[in-house]
T-cell receptor, first 119, second 114 residues
Framework: EAQVTQNPRYLITVTGKKLTVTCSQN?????MSWYRQDPGLGLRQIYY???????DKGDVPEGYKVSRKEKRNFPLILESPSPNQTSLYFC??????????????????FGPGTRLTVL | AQSVAQPEDQVNVAEGNPLTVKCTYS??????LFWYVQYPNRGLQFLLK????DNLVKGSYGFEAEFNKSQTSFHLKKPSALVSDSALYFC????????????WGLGTSLAVNP
């Protein structure tokens, strides 16, 4: 089954304790992205990756890190979590045919979400 | 500035009645428009998209949307609502100037009452 998986689904942690949220897709997608969803703010992009070893900042990258060492995996790292990072996080992936002005019409597939609480 | 607006935070409709969830956009160049749905405690799912061609686009679960260039709108519609359509709906647009990300609306909560 084609899917995007995230782990853990729920996490409660304390301020400053490093954590990683994993994301994996089995569709051989080039493009992957992390979003956070907050009430009244909709979806905001944190980081994205166009392919292996190619990552870039989204709209709200502060306090987060990512890596893309393999095509299927795109972990989100919070080195020192703070309460304002309490949120619902989604990983997404899509095909990308490359080029700045091409292949931008492919739909994204989303993971089930990770609900993070930082105390 | 590029933007997407979903003017209604919530839409209520009776089961069996037609539903419309509104979306307007402001982007330069030709837009690529998307609708996604989020059911409770689930990730977002793609519903439909407009890239080019016929202004009326049909998607999953009986939904359709009409691209109106003059009104810069892409409203989501369904002829007969089901209780199971109750969810959060997001409109998004990608424009020719930036391949890499979508501009998202804030979402519209649809409640279909039995």
């Amino acid at each position: 089954e084609a899917q995007v998986t995230q782990n853990p689904r729920y996490l409660i942690t304390v301020t400053g304790k490093k954590l990683t949220v994993t994301c994996s897709q089995n569709m051989n997608h080039e493009y992957m992205s992390w979003y956070r969803q907050d009430p009244g703010l909709g979806l905001r992009q944190i980081y994205y990756s166009m392919n292996v070893e190619v990552t870039d900042k989204g709209d709200v990258p502060e306090g987060y890190k990512v890596s893309r060492k393999e095509k299927r995996n795109f972990p989100l790292i919070l080195e020192s979590p703070s309460p304002n990072q309490t949120s619902l996080y989604f990983c997404a992936s899509s095909l990308s045919s490359g080029g700045l002005n091409s292949g931008s019409y492919n739909e994204q597939f989303f993971g089930p979400g990770t609900r993070l609480t930082v105390l | 500035a590029q933007s997407v607006a979903q003017p209604e935070d919530q839409v209520n409709v009776a089961e069996g009645n037609p539903l419309t969830v509104k979306c307007t956009y402001s982007v330069s160049g030709n837009p690529y428009l998307f609708w996604y749905v989020q059911y409770p405690n689930r990730g977002l799912q793609f519903l439909l998209k407009y890239i080019t061609g016929d202004n009326l686009v049909k998607g999953s679960y009986g939904f359709e949307a009409e691209f109106n260039k003059s009104q810069t709108s892409f409203h989501l519609k369904k002829p007969s609502a089901l209780v199971s359509d109750s969810a959060l709906y997001f409109c998004a647009v990608r424009y020719a100037g930036n391949n890499r990300k979508l501009i998202w609306g804030l979402g519209t909560s649809l409640a279909v009452n039995p």
